[in-house]
């Protein structure tokens, strides 16, 4: 757990600093003519710092091998940006082309790109690509999740390759979805809900592949 250990950091360098170093007895403080003051303020400070420096994210992160969340990001694109690429943020990322392992929290840029876990994130972006799982809402010209999607995509073009919730678009795509498709095109694989368009395919129905208005699959 990472609170026992920046306690025991801190008190570990507190025990030995102070074996060291004492308070001054006033007769001590009083012959040196103040110059017995010394370290003890600065071994202070340092049992605090050394006991709080590890943050509890990091710890925990280093411990189970995942990224190390931070909580917010600014770029410009990469690798000019504030955290590393391999760096998870859990508050807000704000730039202009972002890329991280995921999101948590808000999400801001013209390109936003994550690659690896699930961001739950409320995504606005010109073009948002997550190349793992989604949870949340994205708002974007292209709006792309590779992984698993659950949530609200509206944007020119939606895709989703495992989705479940709500797509409204031109061009809605998905290989296996749930839930509603609302667009001039909707194309699923497989379906598990209705589509409303202008040409409205599922191409895993063992008929009525095509329909235009409505399509549907149970």
Not at 85 to 109: P, V
Not at 143 to 159: H, I, W
Not at 166 to 172: M, S
Request: aromatic share 14%.
């Amino acid at each position: 757990m990472a609170f026992p250990l920046r306690m025991r950091l801190g008190t570990l360098l507190w025990l030995e600093c102070t074996g060291r170093f004492w308070l001054p007895t006033p007769a001590e403080n009083y012959n040196s003519g103040g110059s017995a003051v010394k370290a003890p303020f600065v071994v202070l400070a340092v049992g605090i710092f050394a006991a709080v420096a590890v943050s509890p994210t990091d710890v925990v992160a280093q411990d189970s091998g995942q990224a190390v969340e931070k909580a917010f990001e600014l770029s410009l694109f990469p690798p000019i940006q504030l955290r590393g690429e391999e760096e998870a943020i859990s508050i807000l990322r704000f730039g202009l082309y972002n890329k991280n392992r995921w999101i948590k929290g808000l999400d801001l840029g013209i390109v936003n790109h994550t690659t690896a876990g699930r961001s739950k994130a409320f995504q606005i972006s010109f073009v948002g690509v997550n190349e793992a799982d989604f949870s949340g809402y994205q708002l974007g010209f292209v709006n792309v999740v590779q992984g698993d999607f659950k949530g609200f995509q509206e944007g020119f073009y939606n895709e989703a390759e495992v989705g479940e919730g709500f797509q409204l678009g031109l061009f809605n795509r998905s290989a296996d979805f749930q839930g509603f498709q609302l667009g001039i095109v909707n194309w699923a694989e497989n379906m598990h809900g209705v589509q409303v368009g202008l040409i409205n395919i599922i191409s895993g129905k063992e008929s009525l592949q095509f329909l235009p208005i409505v399509n549907w699959s149970f």
